[in-house]
């Protein structure tokens, strides 16, 4: 057995131990170079959408049909449950640009700020641009308060657990789950590879506008989720540039480290967790970890 594939299972090994299955890529985005570990099957995307709907957005800035100072309206979230920052936040309406809603939306994975943008390039518009540029793999569907309306907001925080429990619930054959925003048929959807194939388009890009590329990497290099495979894989001489997803049990990332010597590895962790806790600092801490070892396969 190979030295990469003994790492790989101990990885595998390691992350099941901590109550996680993972699907990881690792690729060298220059030498096309890859570590991989089970990428098959499309999950739920969660936050992990707004990268395709900030792609979106660019692209009509860029050809002229939006402008980036002009002034949305954007409404206080429905419910208490929003995220816990940006617009997601504000008691009252408010005006904000276009391109402060993308900060918004990919920084501080604001879904309100998200659905905003929604508002003026739908998701079917969205999924248009992913098909026009050979990005295959995602489907973009639904708005983001969506994912603020699962059977966790309506239960007391005492009983959160029944939520996890059903979630982690896998349906018999196929597709499907009891839980809409998770079934893969129905939810804004993706495979590592589709996602990986995006990161490549953007860090190194060939049918994306290049302006638009870098525009996103710049957002994303200023996301403030920190703490789930940043830790791993920043340094003072590594730029980690990312951004997460979150919705009951699963627990993604997708990014790239951007090394002082020029190399650029970039990482797709999509994971579901077995725990019935919404906090799981042990979970963050292992899928870091195996990330962390996949990438210095390949550095």
């Known amino acids: 057995m190979s030295e990469r594939k003994k790492v790989v299972e101990a990885v595998g090994a390691e992350l099941e131990s901590a109550g996680l299955r993972a699907r990881i890529i690792a690729r060298d985005l220059d030498s096309h170079a890859e570590v991989v570990l089970s990428p098959e099957g499309a999950v739920p995307l969660a936050s992990l959408v ?23 309206r954007v409404e206080p979230a429905a419910t208490d449950t929003a995220s816990p920052t940006g617009a997601a936040r504000f008691r009252h309406p408010a005006r904000i640009a276009v391109e402060d809603l993308l ?22 518009d969205v999924q248009r641009d992913l098909e026009d540029m050979g990005l295959r793999g995602m489907d973009v569907r639904h708005r983001l ?34 839980i809409w925003q998770l079934d893969v048929s129905r939810a804004n959807s993706g495979t590592a590879r589709s996602l990986m194939d995006l990161l490549a388009e953007l860090w190194r890009p060939e049918r994306v506008d290049p302006g638009v590329a870098a525009r996103l990497r710049e957002l994303m290099s200023g996301n403030v989720v920190r703490h789930r495979i940043a ?29 002082a010597d020029g190399q650029s590895i970039a990482v797709v962790v999509l ?29």
């Open 103 to 124: 900060t918004l939306a990919v920084c501080f994975s604001d879904n309100t700020a998200a659905d905003a943008l929604l508002d003026i390039v739908p998701a079917r």
């Open 231 to 259: 830790p791993d894989l920043m340094s003072d001489s590594a730029q980690w540039s990312s951004k997460t997803g979150t919705l009951l049990h699963l627990r993604h990332e997708i990014g790239v480290v951007d090394h």
């Open 145 to 178: 308060d969506a994912l603020e309306s699962t059977p966790l907001e309506s239960l007391d925080r005492s009983e959160a657990h029944l939520a996890y429990d059903l979630a982690q619930t896998r349906p018999p054959h196929g597709d499907g789950h009891r």
């Open 50 to 72: 707004k990268v395709p709907i900030a792609l979106a957005v660019l692209n009509r800035i860029k050809a002229g049909e939006l402008a980036a100072d002009e002034q949305i």
């Open 271 to 299: 994971s579901e967790s077995s725990n019935p806790a919404s906090v799981q600092p042990a979970a963050e801490a292992a899928l870091g970890a195996a990330a962390r070892a996949l990438h210095d396969l390949l550095r």
